[in-house]
């Protein structure tokens, strides 16, 4: 019996630290991990010149979207009097509420807070399960469904771009136009359900800058905590 007693106790401590990692974890979406790469394209004229943007872009994520990575590269051709070429490289990490841009120019990466998750782990609630009224707090508005590889996705029309978002908000085609421009960025190849390595959120050695608004993890949690701990009480 005593045996028996030790293995339901063992469980239940390994059930409470599942539950408890669980609870510090901002699950974004409804899928546990994936890689989706895209294709960038674009251009348009205006006043005379004539612009193409052709990139590529790659996404991946675990755990429910509480570690993600976006890096993309694209190069913009502007033909008119004189002929110009630039080319643009972004990178940017999510790890559950705190937010790594990498800029590549200045060598130095930017450490802020992702708010909305923030306070969703200070009151302990899932993201994934209000991402649709956190659009539409933003101005967004559904109009329709599509399919890309196959996924059927919900088109929202979000701050003046056109975007089909799948289980949770991961997007799988984005549309914006703006000033006689028109940009497109679509999913050629998207796996999900699949193990990814960490060295696919590794980013550059560079100094990190910590902005000054930055509301650290254990800070939400510590908060969360308090609310927790202040409801038992009034309870």
Not at 128 to 133: R, S
Not at 148 to 156: A, S
Not at 158 to 167: A, E, F
């Amino acid at each position: 019996m005593s045996k028996y007693i030790q293995i339901l106790k063992l469980t239940v401590m390994l059930l409470l630290i599942h539950n408890i990692a669980e609870a510090q974890m901002v699950k974004r979406y409804f899928i546990e991990s994936g890689v989706v790469q895209y294709k960038i394209s674009g251009g348009g004229e205006m006043m005379g010149t004539i612009t193409e943007t052709t990139g590529r872009r790659e996404f991946y994520f675990k755990k429910f979207g509480a570690l993600t990575l976006e890096k993309e590269h694209s190069t913009t051709v502007m033909s008119g009097v004189t002929k110009h070429k630039s080319s643009t490289q972004l990178l940017k990490k999510i790890d559950n509420t705190t937010v790594y841009d990498v800029d590549f120019k200045a060598k130095q990466i930017m450490k802020s807070t992702d708010a909305v998750a923030s306070q969703y782990l200070t009151y302990g609630k899932n993201l994934k399960d209000d991402w649709q009224k956190i659009l539409q707090k933003s101005g967004a508005v559904k109009v329709g469904h599509d399919k890309v590889l196959g996924y059927k996705c919900e088109i929202w029309n979000v701050m003046g771009s056109r975007q089909c978002l799948y289980k949770g908000g991961i997007p799988l085609k984005i549309e914006t136009k703006m000033m006689g421009e028109k940009k497109t960025i679509i999913a050629v190849k998207a796996t999900f359900n699949t193990k990814i390595t960490d060295d696919k959120f590794v980013l550059p050695s560079y100094p990190v800058i910590t902005s000054f608004q930055y509301i650290s993890e254990e800070e939400a949690i510590k908060e969360s905590k308090k609310r927790r701990d202040f409801s038992h009480m009034m309870e």
